[in-house]
């Protein structure tokens, strides 16, 4: 069972704030790499995933064409190295920041993630 970078259960607040869903196929697709990659990177903090109705799962924020989104592999490893599990960190990345403004997924999106590597960083403190 895979223990690091996952939610197993099904939570409802989770799946309203980050909306859309990919399966580790339809991750693995545009980025051009296997579902077990995908894995990997979830074992690694580099990216995560939940567990929604028995399938492993990614929120589809983190894809941006053919790549992950710049800068969300090391800001993972932030989030996780200030204690955040991965319930608290999807939370974080998708609950709307005033000061940013938005939320820091779609911050990261936009090319302004040093800003949220910044605060993610400033967690940790």
């Known amino acids: 069972m895979w ?4 939610v197993t259960r099904n939570d409802l607040d989770i799946d309203t704030l980050v909306g859309e869903w990919l399966t580790l196929k339809e991750a693995a697709a545009p980025l051009g790499v296997s579902p077990n990659r995908i894995k990997t990177l979830i074992r690694e903090n580099r990216m995560m995933g939940v567990v929604r109705h028995g399938e ?3 929120p589809a924020a983190f894809i941006d064409g053919d790549d992950l989104v710049k800068g969300l592999p090391g800001t993972l490893v932030l989030l996780s190295d200030a204690g955040f599990s991965t319930e608290e960190a999807l939370r974080w990345l998708f609950t709307e920041d005033a000061s940013l403004p938005g ?5 990261m999106r936009e ?3 040093t800003e949220v590597r910044r605060r993610a960083q400033s967690l940790a403190l």
């Open 103 to 107: 939320r820091p997924i779609e911050a």
């Open 56 to 58: 492993l799962c990614i």
């Open 111 to 113: 090319n302004r993630g």
């Open 3 to 6: 223990q690091i970078g996952l």
